[in-house]
């Protein structure tokens, strides 16, 4: 903790010392090519703190699961055995019968203690445990899950109702018709799209029992599912996937089109900023990739002052006009007439996780090369609800689309 709060006081300094730089090396509003040299390099150092301290952070939290106790006291009487109490996926017995599946250690009792877990394609739902493991797993490697409204679903498919148009109330004349308004209501479909990772382990690795199969599936599932999640979230086009937040055609509104291909200027910012409505700025955040963050940093209002302010705090996101800053290397870069910008409600972007996790293991397939292949499969899907309740930054293109 201490080595973080040293490390942002650093960043924070780095960042008051490179405005001070600005300010007194701008002539007629540019710098000179030496100029521009050293900013960049005080620059890099902001930079290079802030990767500093997500470092640390992730340091710190495997510091903590590293120390915390691997047994616990005994409080239960000697002579009276522990009963597994939970039922299913969720109980002691499919844990531990599943992962000597997954080692090939199988038996007519492990499979018959698997039986209840057999999804539709051969494989073995995953035990309660690791499921939940798992997916939040996914979610400490995502932007979006943490900021979109997560549902677990049991069917394929789930209707969501959602409000089109809202009903007005009317001034009326004594004696006079009474009009009709009333509410438009529409629907919005969460499906459940496939998505698969497959992993190769030698078999001397699976002989090992030093090597810790499920932690090392936890991690590497996670991370392969998360990047193939967040790229879907942000710009998935709703085919065969979810539809991203930067779909042209169910995705966020444009709200701002750049005068520039290349360039984002503050009076653009704050018309993204304005462009959305008061009700949905209450908890809207900013997203974007860290090359755009990187090129507005230096960007001022009309009273001089830096519209991005860097986190002074452990956990709390930077500010950009007073809202929280988002990036994911998922958001698109800055390119002739791409959206490059959101700013929002995330929680209208819903996302519907359908139940259950499958695992196979694959014996044949790689035996040539002395393998197994375990493919985990799981089915989600994610929709904005309101495109209005996100609004986008388009740079200027050949061809831009309206507000």
Known sequence: MNKINELRTQRAKAWEDAKAFLDSHRKNGILCAEDTATYEKMEKVIVDLGHEIERQQRMDALEREMNAPVSAPITAKPDVPKTDTKKGRASDAYKSFFWKQMRNQSSVEVRNALSEGIDTEGGYLVPDTFERNLVQAVNDEMVIRRL???????????????????????????????????????????????????????EELLNDSAFDLEDYFRQEFARRISTAEELAFITGDGNGKPTGLFSATEGGQVGVTAASATAITADELMNLYYSLRSPYRKKAVWLMNDATVNSIRQLKDKNGQYLWQPSLKEGAPDMLLGRPVYTSIAVPTIADGGSVMAFGDLSYYWIGDREGISFRRLNELYANKGQVGFLATKRVDAKLMLPEAIKLLQMKGTTTSGT
């Open 148 to 202: 979109a409204h997560v549902i677990t679903t049991a069917s394929g498919s789930h209707k969501i109702p959602v409000v089109a148009t809202h009903g007005t109330a009317n001034w009326v004349e004594e004696g006079g018709e009474i009009p009709e308004t009333t509410e438009t209501f529409g629907q919005k479909f969460l499906g459940a799209h496939k998505l698969t990772a497959l992993i190769k382990v030698s």
